[in-house]
C-alpha cells in the first residue's frame, strides 16, 4: 500500500513539474492545522515529505499562521513550535494580520510569489486550493503525510493545455508544408523547376545536302 501511494504521489509531481513549472526545492505552505496533525501522528514533517516524494522541499508558514496560532493559546502551542521552524515567507498581510486560511488562499493564488504545496487539514481551505489549476494538497491521514489526487480544475487545465498543443502542432505541420511546396521540395528531395530550354540555332539536315555535279566541258578541235 505504501509504494502504490508513492507511484501515485510521484506520477502526480511530474504532472505539476512539467505542466506547472514546478522545481526543487518544493515549497510546502503549511497552516496550523498540519502542524498539529503532524505533531499528533508524530511525524518530522520535512524528512517524512521528502522520502515520499524522493525530493527535496522546504517547509514555510506566514506571520498570519503564526499570529493565528498565539491566539489560539496553549492548545496550539506545541503545532506553533513547529511553525516556528519554518522558513516565513512574505505576505501582504505584514502590518495587519489576516485568518491563516485567507493569508495562504493569497498566496496560492498569487503564482508570482512562487509555486506552493498547500498543507493543511482545513477542509474549507482544501475546495479553495482545489478550484485552482495546478495547487498541491498535502494532508495528514493514519499518521501519515499523503498528496491529494489532482484536482478537477488541474485536470481540466491539463486537457486544455494539451488540445493547445495538439492544434499549434497542426498549424506547425501545416505551415511547413507550405514551406515545403514553396521551396519545391517532396519528400525531403528538393526539385527545380524546369524553364522553358531556348531552340538554339541548328544547322541544316546532311540529308538534305546534295552533293553538286562536277561540269565537263567540251573542247572544240579545230
Known amino acids: 500500500m505504501k509504494i ?4 501515485q504521489a510521484r506520477s502526480a509531481l511530474n504532472i505539476y513539474k512539467h505542466i506547472f513549472k514546478f522545481h526543487e526545492p518544493y515549497l510546502v505552505l503549511a497552516d496550523g492545522t498540519f502542524c498539529q ?18 525530493t527535496t522541499v522546504k517547509c514555510c508558514t506566514t506571520r498570519c499562521v503564526l499570529a493565528e496560532l498565539e ?9 506553533k513550535m513547529v511553525a516556528q521552524r519554518f522558513q516565513l515567507r512574505s505576505c501582504p498581510h505584514r502590518n495587519s494580520p489576516v485568518p491563516a486560511a485567507e493569508c495562504l488562499k493569497s498566496l496560492i493564488k498569487d503564482h508570482e510569489s512562487g509555486r506552493y504545496f498547500i498543507a493543511t487539514q482545513d477542509m474549507a481551505l482544501t475546495k479553495i486550493a482545489k478550484t485552482i489549476p495546478g495547487v498541491p494538497v498535502l494532508y495528514v491521514f493514519q499518521s501519515h503525510i499523503v498528496l491529494d489526487k489532482p484536482s478537477r480544475a488541474t485536470e481540466n487545465h491539463i486537457k486544455t493545455v494539451s488540445k493547445e498543443k495538439l492544434s499549434t502542432s497542426e498549424a506547425e505541420k501545416k505551415s511547413l508544408k507550405l514551406m515545403k511546396e514553396d521551396a519545391n521540395i517532396i519528400h ?4 527545380v523547376k524546369q524553364g522553358r530550354k531556348r531552340k538554339r540555332a541548328k544547322g541544316p539536315n546532311p540529308m538534305s545536302c546534295k552533293k553538286k555535279k562536277k561540269t565537263v566541258s567540251n573542247k572544240k578541235t579545230s
Open 4 to 7: 502504490k501511494r508513492q507511484k
Open 71 to 79: 491566539l489560539l493559546g496553549n492548545e496550539m502551542h506545541g503545532a
Open 37 to 54: 496533525a503532524a505533531l499528533k501522528a508524530k511525524i518530522q514533517i520535512k524528512d517524512h515529505i521528502s522520502k515520499y516524494l524522493n
Open 188 to 191: 525531403g528531395e528538393r526539385t
